[in-house]
């Protein structure tokens, strides 16, 4: 089941897979799995599976949009996480 968050009449989910997330920032599935694999890219993992909180990558969009120049998806994933 996907839990969605209500925005007014806008629905979003609160996780997306990695194929969707991937679909959203427009690169391969496997860039994101890269990217989470060295700790360069916010994710959850449930035992072998990777979700990508929608709240990581609207911050992500919302980051870029006010400074205004290029944000690294680094910069938003946990230090230390493995």
Do not use: H, W
Not at 49 to 77: C, H
């Amino acid at each position: 089941m996907t839990r969605l968050i209500t925005t007014g009449q806008q629905q979003t989910p609160r996780f997306y897979n990695v194929s969707q997330a991937a679909g959203l920032l427009g690169v391969s599935p496997m860039t994101i799995y890269r990217e989470i694999q060295l700790d360069r890219f916010p994710a959850v993992q449930i035992r072998g599976r990777y979700l990508i909180p929608a709240k990581a990558i609207d911050e992500m969009e919302a980051a870029a949009m006010t400074e205004q120049s290029v944000v690294s998806a680094a910069d938003f994933a946990p230090e230390g996480v493995a």
